[in-house]
T-cell receptor
Framework: GQSLEQPSEVTAVEGAIVQINCTYQ??????LSWYQQHDGGAPTFLSY????GLEETGRFSSFLSRSDSYGYLLLQELQMKDSASYFC?????????FGKGTRLHILP | DADVTQTPRNRITKTGKRIMLECSQT?????MYWYRQDPGLGLRLIYY???????NKGEISDGYSVSRQAQAKFSLSLESAIPNQTALYFC????????????FGPGTRLTVL
């Protein structure tokens, strides 16, 4: 089966950098995705890593180490609008399993 | 118009009732998914489908059934609703193969009394 572990909550200051970690156990692995969900909204796609290394998209970066079954999402220059829940998700072919999510609190 | 739509958006029903949640998409994607979201438990996969003839169970399929009526339509049924099926339900779509992004509908909030 699959399981993903990520912290339930993280708090950071506006303008700072925060890292949200995700470890996973899967029977098959095609890649790791990250999604953002604001309260009352639907999840929206942020990034995807199929290979080891860092992917950068604006203020957001995502990292993957397949040998460690580990990835993280890095958010830079935090803004209040980044207050949301963040989910990592493992892709096993096209079966996609989500972690329980990390609630990001941003302090002014 | 939204690419992925869900109906109804909110539903209150009673224990033992049959209920159907519907999902439609205009993205032309083959892959469609149903998830439920509960506070603190993230999104859990109920069923997923690669095409009209391919339906697969997810993590928590017991108590649910699905129907893929067409490439664009994927319905989730609760044959006999129970209170612990109270949750927020999301439908999602994905393109084939290397297209990695899932597109989510707005969600259906279901309450079973």
């Amino acid at each position: 089966g699959q399981s993903l572990e990520q912290p339930s909550e993280v708090t950071a200051v506006e303008g700072a950098i925060v890292q949200i970690n995700c470890t996973y156990q899967t029977s098959g692995f095609y890649g790791l995705s990250w999604y953002q969900q604001h309260d009352g909204g639907a999840p929206t796609f942020l990034s995807y890593n199929a290979l080891d290394g860092l992917e950068e998209t604006g203020r957001f970066s995502s990292f993957l180490s397949r040998s460690d079954s580990y990835g993280y999402l890095l958010l830079q220059e935090l803004q209040m609008k980044d207050s949301a829940s963040y989910f990592c998700a493992v892709r096993d072919y096209d079966k996609i399993i989500f972690g329980k999510g990390t609630r990001l609190h941003i302090l002014p | 118009d939204a690419d992925v739509t869900q109906t109804p958006r909110n539903r209150i029903t009673k224990t033992g009732k049959r209920i159907m949640l519907e999902c439609s998409q205009t993205k032309g994607h083959d892959r469609m998914y149903w998830y439920r979201q509960d506070p603190g438990l993230g999104l859990r996969l109920i069923y997923y489908s690669f095409d009209v003839k391919d339906i697969n169970k997810g993590e928590i399929s017991d108590g649910y059934s699905v129907s893929r009526q067409a490439q664009a339509k994927f319905s989730l049924s609760l044959e006999s609703a129970i209170p612990n099926q109270t949750a927020l339900y999301f439908c999602a779509t994905k393109g084939e193969g290397s297209y990695n992004e899932q597109f989510f509908g707005p969600g259906t909030r279901l309450t079973v009394l």
